[in-house]
């Protein structure tokens, strides 16, 4: 079955320590994404990477990292987790950059305390 | 001025109704655009895409209007099994190689029995 997994679904952590938000797809999408979604926010992306080893800063990438070292592997790293990262996260693979037909993971809500 | 708007609802709508979403764009530059469905707690699907012609699948129906900027979707017959969160996508070209996918604040429909 064509996915993109995420893990964990849920946490809680307190202030300052590092997690790891694990995405993974087996489609072969060369193009993945993390977004957060906030109330009235909406979908904001943290980072993008068009292909192996080839990652760049999407519009809120402050507090965050990721790695593209596998093409189905993009990790989401937030080395000092603050409160106002809390919030649901989703991974999302494409084909292409530009098609705009994302398949998304199924979320990881982070509750930063 | 966001570059995707859409009002956020809800509109409840009894079942069998048309109901209709607009969501407006900033950029002339955007080059394609998406209809994603979210269901409460869910990760975003994509539901169509808009073609400059006009798009038909089943029930629902989505349109551009390049001149005034902005995509619509029709729902037609209105099903309980509708209620959810829609989402328009806008793909914008910024030059070069690099396209940028903005996500509108989605919609809620909430269709009464």
């Known amino acids: 079955e064509a996915q993109v997994t995420q893990n964990p679904r849920y946490l809680i952590t307190v202030t300052g320590k590092k997690l790891t938000v694990t995405c993974s797809q087996n489609?072969?999408?060369?193009?993945m994404s993390w977004y957060r979604q906030d109330p009235g926010l909406g979908l904001r992306q943290i980072y993008y990477?068009?292909?192996?080893?080839?990652?760049d800063k999407g519009d809120v990438p402050e507090g965050y990292k990721v790695s593209r070292k596998e093409k189905r592997n993009f990790p989401l790293i937030l080395e000092s987790p603050s409160p106002n990262q809390t919030s649901l996260y989703f991974c999302?693979?494409?084909?292409?950059?530009?098609?705009?037909?994302?398949?998304f993971g199924e979320g990881s809500r982070l509750t930063v305390l | 001025r966001k570059e995707v708007e859409q009002d956020p609802g809800p509109f409840n709508v009894p079942e069998g109704a048309t109901v209709a979403f607009n969501c407006t764009y900033s950029?002339?530059?955007?080059?394609?655009f998406f209809w994603y469905r979210q269901d409460c707690r869910k990760e975003p699907k994509l539901l169509m895409s808009?073609?400059?012609s006009g798009n038909e699948d089943g029930r629902f129906t989505a349109q551009l209007n390049r001149a005034s900027q902005y995509i619509s979707l029709l729902i037609r017959d209105s099903k309980l099994s509708d209620s959810a969160t829609y989402l328009c996508?806008?793909?914008?070209?910024?030059?070069?190689?690099?396209?940028?996918?903005?996500f509108g604040t989605g919609t809620l429909l909430a269709v009464q029995p």
């Open positions: 990477s068009m292909n192996v080893e080839v990652t």
């Open positions: 950029n002339s530059a955007s080059q394609s």
């Open positions: 996508a806008v793909n914008i070209g910024y030059g070069g190689a690099t396209n940028k996918l903005i």
């Open positions: 808009v073609y400059s």
């Open positions: 999302a693979s494409s084909w292409q950059m530009n098609t705009g037909e994302l398949f």
């Open positions: 489609m072969n999408h060369e193009y």
